[in-house]
């Protein structure tokens, strides 16, 4: 079985856990008081707007074919491997490389690259190019008009993707994940050749809505001409497109909030409260048998998400109260949604870390032998073993530390540039921060918390 963020060697902090939490803590209100400094006086149209560098050189290339021929070659590729080798392979999820496509490299990896980078998503959805392949010869057009559903399919679709990974315990069943992904791609292809291939994608399908969010945060802004063509390419800082409109509604905000509460509930399944939890629920579930294990834990994703949601919700009323200034609640919770993605992204790189730099080199032997048939592709990686430089648990912990400070100094920037555009006044924009200072400190020693409990020895 695939170790999922597992540790060996367990790290004897120098310090208590305490003072880890205190100082980080710290320095997002530090950084608080310099954004307020640097960038109070940002009111207005004038606090979301940003600087940004046209890169027109590389607009002949996105314009060009190549690009999502071979970004969608490549996504193709993945799919297929993860359906053949996942129905045709061993049956042993750390001899499938079924297991690692899917939660390593695609998961954990491309999540994190495209927060860095950009959406890659853009280029390597298999759906996309195998519709557009089918519509350069037969064309497809919509049948049907698709509802006004929002985005509620997708944060449908989303959640049971987090149900597949963290309360089936199957997730690390490769010819489940094989079968999934061949029936997702099949109704996918099918709701975008019924209702239209971008409205199905940017409404119904759960990575499409993701990777688009998780791509405002990336470098690289691209501005449309009237036919949806590229005109330009920009690079900006990172962060910033989280400040670009988006369309307000709750299905909006429960998608934010479970890129969050997702990642935490992974972290807690390792924590002494969960045990705690489990424990107290045992006459509930025990007697349920093998179904118990979904319930209990379906039942703690979904308590966690909601418990977030209603802490966000409450937080963001005494904003709105503090800000004094009669706004639009849902559209601007909405808006300030988007400024925890940063913590959603770097948590999920901390959370990953381990995971990502030991299980990606751990698919490199399996290519001589994908489908564990006794072959011989390429003997010259059948005996390459995992490199842990990188994955001490040392280097693991501080790696988490710098990753989760960083992420809620970004937040905190954002939230009080979006303040400012609301509320119209540095006094109100001000005022109205400090119950989101709040918010980010409880998130910010939360998350560490949650992520010590499994490689450091002193829990504080």
Not at 198 to 212: G, I, Q, R, S, Y
Not at 247 to 276: E, H, K, N
């Amino acid at each position: 079985m695939i170790l999922l963020h597992g540790f060996g060697q367990r790290y004897d902090l120098p310090i208590s856990l305490a003072l880890y939490l205190y100082a980080a803590a710290g320095v997002v209100v530090i950084s608080f008081v310099l954004v307020y400094l640097f960038a109070g006086d940002q009111v207005g149209a004038k606090a979301v707007q940003y600087p940004r560098r046209p890169v027109p050189a590389l607009v002949p290339v996105a314009r060009s074919r190549w690009p999502h021929v071979i970004g969608g070659a490549i996504g193709i590729a993945g799919l297929l491997a993860v359906v053949i080798t996942g129905l045709f392979g061993s049956p042993r999820p750390d001899l499938n490389p079924a297991e690692y496509l899917v939660w390593v490299y695609f998961w954990a990896g491309l999540l994190i690259l495209s927060g860095l980078v950009g959406n890659l998503w853009y280029l390597v959805n298999p759906w996309a190019a195998a519709y557009d392949a089918i519509n350069r010869f037969v064309r497809l057009g919509p049948v049907w008009k698709l509802p006004n559903v929002g985005i509620w399919p997708a944060v449908a679709a989303y959640f049971a993707f987090a149900c597949l990974e963290l309360t089936t315990g199957m997730a690390n069943r490769p010819w489940l994940v094989a079968t999934l992904a061949l029936v997702y791609s099949l109704v996918t292809l099918a709701g975008m050749i019924l209702f239209g291939r971008d409205e199905w994608l940017e409404h119904c399908e759960a990575f499409t809505v993701l990777f688009n969010i998780i791509g405002r945060f990336g470098p690289v802004e691209a501005e449309r001409d009237e036919s949806r063509r590229i005109s330009m390419l920009y690079l900006r800082p990172w962060g910033v497109g989280l400040l670009q409109p988006w369309p307000a509604g709750w299905d909006r905000v429960i998608f934010v909030i479970l890129m969050l509460s997702t990642l935490a509930f992974d972290g807690i399944l390792y924590t002494s409260p969960w045990q705690d939890f489990n424990v107290v629920l045992e006459p509930i579930w025990l007697p349920m048998g093998p179904f118990g294990f979904f319930f209990i834990r379906t039942l703690g994703l979904v308590l966690l998400t909601v418990t977030f949601l209603l802490v966000f919700i409450t937080f963001m009323e005494l904003v709105i109260f503090l800000g004094r200034r009669n706004v639009d609640v849902k559209a601007t919770i909405a808006a300030f949604a988007l400024t925890l993605v940063p913590i959603a992204l770097v948590y999920n790189a901390a959370h990953n870390y381990s995971y990502l730099v030991l299980q990606s080199q751990a698919l490199i032997p399996l290519l001589n032998d994908p489908l564990a048939k006794g072959w011989h592709l390429l003997p010259a990686v059948a005996g390459i073993k995992p490199n842990f430089a990188l994955a001490q648990a040392s280097v693991v912990w501080y790696a988490q530390v710098v990753l989760i400070v960083l992420g809620h100094v970004i937040a905190v920037y954002l939230a009080h540039l979006r303040a400012g555009e609301r509320f119209r006044t540095a006094q109100r924009a001000l005022l109205s921060q400090y119950p989101m200072l709040l918010l980010m400190v409880i998130y910010t020693m939360t998350s560490l918390w949650i992520l010590a409990q499994p490689i450091t020895k002193e829990t504080g």
